[in-house]
């Protein structure tokens, strides 16, 4: 059974820029959540979405933003990135809402220059 | 509101020696607990579980018990090894009407062949 995939692994892009990551849950899995790692501040939740309506978000500021289709894949995407958006973005799903065994991808690390 | 705090690292500890730990939370209502590892360069894994008080959750010569009286959920194993250098991640489920799975901050364990 595929785990959970991440594209891209690894990218850079420069401030003002916009990034999209993508997620591919575990099939038959319907639950994405999206956490954002850094030294700093440790894993900090981002959003959750089940059955492609967000059913969670977390203290981030608009310009993070994401979806789910209905095929259960997600994407999250950040806009206007600054320097402090640099960090590993990891995803995670779940077979239902809310199981808490969460199944995480290896992330999509970001480096905004 | 519902936290999680766990020991801060790092952990330094010899091959062979007893590991802990601690783990404490701070919830309504009867929550999950979880240890999630992550190992270098990867996603975090599920450990271990436990879904109410006394449970005991145990994996790879990892265990925890739900204490419930001292709300704490302390991971412990009793031979340590290489292998098992990695960041251990304290988590909870409140099941609340608006919850999401909380970490605590990791614990980076570094294990002296």
């Known amino acids: 059974k595929a785990g959970v995939t991440q594209t891209p692994r690894y990218l850079i892009k420069t401030r003002g820029q916009q990034v999209t990551l993508s997620c591919s849950p575990i099939?038959?899995?319907?639950?994405v959540s999206w956490y954002q790692q850094t030294p700093g501040q440790g894993l900090q939740f981002l959003f959750e979405?089940?059955?492609?309506?967000?059913?969670n978000k977390g203290n981030f500021p608009g310009r993070f933003s994401g979806r789910q289709f209905s095929n259960s894949r997600s994407e999250m995407n950040v806009s206007t990135l600054e320097l402090g958006d640099s960090a590993l973005y990891l995803c995670?799903?779940?077979?239902?809402?809310?199981?808490?065994?969460?199944?995480f991808g290896e992330g999509s690390r970001l480096t905004v220059l | 509101g519902n936290s999680v705090t766990q020991m801060e690292g790092p952990v330094t500890l010899s091959e062979e020696a007893f590991l802990t730990i601690n783990c404490t939370y701070t919830?309504?209502?009867?929550?999950?607990l979880f240890w999630y590892v992550q190992y270098p360069g990867e996603g975090l894994q599920l450990l271990l579980k436990?879904?109410?008080?006394?449970d005991k959750g145990s994996n790879k010569g990892f265990e925890a018990t739900y204490r419930k009286e001292t709300t704490s959920f302390h991971l412990e194993k009793g031979s340590v090894q290489v292998s098992d250098s990695a960041v251990y991640f304290c988590?909870?489920?409140?099941?609340?009407?608006?919850?999401?799975?909380?970490f605590g901050s990791g614990t980076r364990l570094s294990i002296r062949p």
């Open positions: 979405y089940f059955s492609e309506t967000q059913r």
């Open positions: 995670a799903s779940q077979r239902d809402y809310n199981t808490g065994e969460l199944f």
């Open positions: 919830a309504t209502g009867y929550p999950s």
């Open positions: 099939s038959g899995h319907r639950s």
């Open positions: 436990a879904t109410k008080a006394d």
């Open positions: 988590a909870l489920n409140p099941y609340s009407s608006a919850s999401k799975i909380i």
